[in-house]
């Protein structure tokens, strides 16, 4: 979207960790929510990692909050970590 970027952000860290867990063979079933598809996404990630993008990316997606630049620096450079790990 073309939007706050603290809501921007959120979407790229969120459909980041979609993508890598596609990946690894974990897709998101397109009826699932995102609280549902937490716990798939909490066996393949950081717990941590998982519940602050899933918690931002509802608040973002839904209610329009975007995140703090703090809250989207430590998404990005945790994101950054995994995806440099799976190559």
Same mark, same amino acid.
């Given at each position: 979207?073309?939007?706050?970027?603290?809501?921007?952000?959120?979407?790229?860290?969120?459909?980041?960790?979609?993508?890598?867990?596609?990946?690894? /063979?974990?897709?998101? *079933?397109?009826? $699932?929510?995102?609280? #549902?598809?937490?716990?798939? !996404?909490? %066996? =393949?990630?950081?717990?941590?990692?998982?519940?602050?993008?899933?918690?931002?990316?509802?608040?973002?997606?839904? /209610?329009?909050?975007? *995140?703090?630049? $703090?809250?989207?620096? #430590?998404?990005?450079?945790? !994101?950054? %970590? =995994?995806?440099?790990?799976?190559?």
């Amino acid at each position: 979207p073309n939007d706050d970027p603290g809501v921007v952000d959120v979407f790229r860290v969120y459909f980041g960790l979609l993508s890598l867990a596609e990946g690894r /063979g974990f897709p998101k *079933a397109p009826a $699932e929510t995102p609280r #549902e598809y937490q716990h798939t !996404l909490e %066996q =393949l990630f950081p717990r941590n990692l998982v519940r602050a993008a899933t918690s931002a990316f509802i608040r973002a997606c839904y /209610g329009h909050h975007p *995140a703090s630049r $703090e809250q989207i620096a #430590e998404m990005k450079a945790s !994101l950054a %970590q =995994l995806q440099a790990s799976a190559g």
